[in-house]
Nanobody, 121 residues
Framework: QVQLVESGGGLVQPGGSLRLSCAAS????????MGWYRQAPGKQRELVARNTGDGSTNYADSVKGRFTISRDNAKNTVYLQMNSLKPEDTAVYYC???????????????WGQGTQVTVSS
């Protein structure tokens, strides 16, 4: 079994910062891409940031220059540092990882349970 466990969400004032963490655990052979998505009420889930595992990253235009994704491969963990937060960043943030489990030769998409980020004064 493979699990993604997120932490670090919460309530923050506009202009503030939060750091999200997502740790993958279980029967893992290898991890390819890891990233973060978010879903605001009444909106579709959207990509926030992604680390492909070969050193490349990509970001949604709305977060470029404010958010930074990083990864600790030794800990199977991905982080999202969020600075200069805005009310429109309010959403449930989901961790996503493309993982090859030990029981398979093919990668599967795994999702975390989601963590709420609320930006409000």
């Amino acid at each position: 079994q493979v699990q993604l466990v997120e932490s670090g969400g919460g309530l923050v004032q506009p202009g503030g910062s939060l750091r999200l963490s997502c740790a993958a655990s279980g029967s893992i052979y290898s991890i390819n891409a890891m990233g973060w998505y978010r879903q605001a009420p009444g909106k579709q889930r959207e990509l926030v940031a992604r680390n492909t595992g070969d050193g490349s990253t990509n970001y949604a235009d709305s977060v470029k220059g404010r958010f930074t994704i990083s990864r600790d491969n030794a800990k199977n963990t991905v982080y999202l540092q969020m600075n200069s937060l805005k009310p429109e960043d309010t959403a449930v943030y989901y961790c996503n990882a493309k993982i090859i489990p030990r029981t398979s030769w093919a990668p599967f998409d795994y999702w975390g349970q989601g963590t709420q980020v609320t930006v409000s004064s």
